[in-house]
């Protein structure tokens, strides 16, 4: 059967893909259809027309999914953060513990029941980091928002529902201070303007927050001394106003260079019982809340005992290291991020936790080294960024050969492949928990736990 672009065909969504597109099969010919949910009946209208799949958009509903919820944010289907405004959350709860279990079982040929998902009391507000790019509106004054799916158009939004209500407050207030004070956006075409993101930071359990304005010129702001006591007297929670400068042609957020213009140079937050302290390149998961319920999950599976040895991969600022200090013999940490690596260090000292070492290295090179000084870790927990694993790292954990293993990560699918890969080496899965820290959005955790098959 021949399928031609903007023809309308009748349809049912059978499946969700990790983007949030629907997924329709006509005659076998697949077809990925935005803001619609499983169980959805209706017309849709092709796209998009390539040799093994399609893209098309939903042009009537006839029978709405039992899954579907009126959304109750403006700019929901525009915004490319969250995916799923348009179902309920134990849905999306149950579409993200399926898709943990596919990838298992699909890539990784692990077919181990999956625990039940450990969903977020808060699916609102949970975020303690927000980036907004800036730029110029079709009035002339600054505005900001979120970057549409797949692009770098800006849709126009303050008060996202993922942020804590203040960092919208102080967001317009920001906005506001630099159209009266003549402030331009940076403009990515031809590298012209000032003012590129405001990045905000807060730590939770402290209250503290860290505003952070990213320009691109000569690193400073017109009316910046204003400007930072205005804000702090405005705001009585921010503690920290630190200036990123980001002079280059590029899609990453922050420049190298920071400069302080009121406050702390840093904010702290507490997580499983650790003091941590950010600055604006700290590595710190998002969702406070569940990333605890995450790290407790992964110490629990590790079955820590007071005399073993924990090897720490992938650490950031050394939180599960630290986390789990006071219940083994020593721990050694490795991070490649220098700022994060020297976080780690810093939040040791300050929580005088004596019995964890912190090595500035990539993994690879990390565990030679290790290997080099004759530590032989009782226990791994790894926690590797969305690409999994580097082949290396595999293969050292494999020389190790602990006792037990844990491996965190943010991707079902690398974890997956990372997880068959450990499988053919002896180890066992013994446990695959789903956590989700990101609510309204495709993303999920997996905690999994493994035991030394040659180890009796």
């Known amino acids: 059967m021949e399928f031609a672009k903007n023809q309308v065909y009748p349809a049912v969504i059978e499946d969700l893909t990790q983007e949030g597109m629907g997924v329709a099969k006509l005659n076998g010919f697949t077809v990925f259809v935005p803001h619609t949910a499983i169980g959805d009946r209706g017309e849709i209208k092709l796209v998009k027309v390539l040799k093994h799949y399609g893209y098309g958009i939903l042009t009537r509903l006839d029978c709405p999914s039992p899954d579907r919820v009126e959304p109750d944010c403006p700019v929901s289907g525009k ?40 969903g977020s009391a808060a699916q609102e507000g949970y975020r303690n980091k927000a980036q907004y790019p800036i730029q110029t509106g079709k009035n002339g004054k600054l505005t900001a928002g979120f970057y549409a799916g797949r692009s770098h158009r800006l849709v126009e939004q303050t008060r996202c529902r993922l942020q804590p209500p203040v960092f919208g407050k102080i967001l317009e207030w920001v906005l506001a201070f630099g159209n009266a004070h003549g402030w331009t956006a940076y403009n990515e075409a031809d590298g012209n303007g000032l003012l590129r993101h405001l990045y905000l930071r807060m730590g939770f359990a402290t209250g503290e927050i860290m ?34 400068h980001n002079p280059q042609n590029t899609n990453v957020i922050l420049g190298p260079k920071n400069r302080l213009l009121w406050g702390k ?16 390149h700290s590595f710190y998961q998002v969702n406070r809340e569940q990333a605890q319920r995450l790290y407790e999950t992964a110490l629990e599976l590790a079955r ?23 219940r ?13 690596a020297e976080n780690a260090k810093s939040n040791a000292a300050q929580n005088r936790i004596e019995n964890a070492a912190f090595l500035c ?13 004759g530590i032989r870790p009782d226990v791994i927990v790894v926690d590797p960024p969305r690409k999994g694993c580097a082949p290396e790292v595999l293969k050292a954990i494999r020389d190790f050969s602990p006792e037990r293993l844990v491996m965190i990560s943010c991707n079902p699918a690398t974890a997956a492949r990372d997880c068959k890969a450990l499988v053919e080496m002896g180890f066992a899965v013994e446990k695959i928990v789903p956590v989700d820290l990101f609510p309204r959005t495709g993303h999920c955790e997996t905690v999994m736990s493994m035991k030394n098959g040659k180890i009796k």
């Open 328 to 340: 083994v013999k020593q721990v050694y940490g490795a991070e490649i991020v220098p700022q994060a």
């Open 211 to 244: 505003v952070c304005p990213v320009v691109a010129e000569n690193g400073r702001l017109p009316y910046e001394k204003e400007f930072a006591s205005s804000l702090a007297q405005n705001f009585p929670e921010v503690a920290s106003i630190v200036l990123n």
């Open 79 to 118: 915004c490319g953060g969250c995916l799923f405004r348009h179902i309920s959350y134990q849905s999306e709860l149950g579409w993200k513990e399926r898709l943990v279990a596919d990838c298992f079982s699909r890539i990784g040929g692990i077919h181990l029941p999956v625990s039940p998902i450990l």
């Open 361 to 373: 290295a990539d993994c690879s090179q990390a565990v030679e080294e290790f290997a080099r000084r």
């Open 304 to 326: 820590l005992q007071p005399s073993d040895i924990l090897l720490d991969l992938y650490c950031g600022a050394g939180t599960i290291g630290l986390a789990a200090a006071g």
């Open 265 to 280: 140079e840093t904010i702290d937050d507490i997580l499983c019982g650790v003091r941590v302290t950010l600055s604006p």
